[in-house]
């Protein structure tokens, strides 16, 4: 039986299938036999069931990708994003306002017993102290209100960057109860550092905590770290894992806590 085998002959939308965590996500659901449709800016080198070409700053590509996609799907992966060396706006549009967008679009096509998964980040994790302003921009009903909360609530890339993942983790909550309503599980992967094309923005962003989460762990993450759990939490015969945020960091967030790493 090869890995993931439980996806075969499963319809698995993945955003960010062009590089990264979300490449090799796809890599190995085509391996396992899952057809796979791409969402991404550019086209993956992969031989997906079906590549629709999405950008998430603009509001009418989600629509048109959603229409394009026929039928029922059994997963859909949110994993496109950008990091907190762009645009604050952009960060938002793609991070939380197009994610969100795409998932209320195809909610109504996911079978019972699918789910959803979307990357956040370990960047996201002080979603608790921040919990009112992320509830005022996920209470904004679509897009263009979104767009209008964040002309008001100024913030630099940055901070974007770390509420856009606070914003995932905690919509996710919220979407939790779509596996009572809908029989569809909800859940996020907040990864550590990882070793792909944008760890260097991240290197830029956050500066030198990023290389001492590298040094206390020992290592980044591999996009095969992050792949294995995202499959896993979407796992088409779990049933009951719902809502949660999983943290995939070498227990460096834990490691806070039980007092084996240092900030510094
Ligand atoms: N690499 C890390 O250290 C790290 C850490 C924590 C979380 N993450 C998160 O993991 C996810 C995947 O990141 P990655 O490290 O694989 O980066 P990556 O740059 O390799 O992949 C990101 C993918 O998203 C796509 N994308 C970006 N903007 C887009 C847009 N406007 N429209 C459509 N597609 C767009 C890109 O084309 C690319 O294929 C992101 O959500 C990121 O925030 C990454």
């Keep these: 039986m090869s890995q993931h085998e439980t996806y075969r002959n499963k319809r698995v939308v993945v955003t960010g299938a062009a590089s990264g965590i979300g490449r090799q996500t796809t890599e190995f659901l085509l391996a396992a036999g899952a057809k796979v449709i791409a969402i991404d800016r550019n086209a993956p080198d992969l031989k997906v069931e ?43 549009r793609v991070n939380v306002l197009g994610l969100r967008m795409l998932t209320e679009l195809l909610i109504d096509r996911i079978r019972r017993g699918g789910s959803i998964t979307h990357v956040a ?17 996920l209470a904004t009903p679509d897009y263009a209100t979104g767009l209008e909360w964040l002309g008001d609530h100024k913030m630099d890339s940055k901070r ?29 992967v907040s990864p550590g550092p990882v070793q792909t094309p944008i760890l260097k923005d991240f290197r830029e962003s956050i500066g030198p905590l990023l290389d001492l989460v590298t040094r206390e762990t020992g290592r980044n993450a591999t996009a095969t770290d992050i792949a294995r759990v995202i499959l896993f939490l979407s796992d088409p015969t779990l049933e009951w894992l719902n809502a949660t945020d999983v943290q995939v960091d070498g ?9 084996w790493v240092k900030l510094g």
């Design 251 to 259: 227990g460096f967030m834990s490691g806070l806590v039980g007092g």
């Design 160 to 188: 974007a960057y770390d509420f856009s993942k606070e914003c995932v983790v905690v919509m996710a909550k919220q979407q939790g109860k779509w596996l009572r309503e809908r029989g569809v599980r909800v859940n996020t």
């Design 50 to 92: 079906q590549f629709v070409s999405v950008d998430f700053t603009k509001p009418e590509t989600i629509d048109a990708a959603a229409k394009s996609i026929d039928g029922e799907i059994d997963v859909l992966l949110n994993i496109a994003g950008v990091p907190g060396t762009v645009d604050p706006e952009i960060v938002m």
């Design 121 to 137: 980040s370990i960047a996201g994790a002080q979603w608790a102290a921040h919990l009112d302003e992320v509830q005022r921009l």
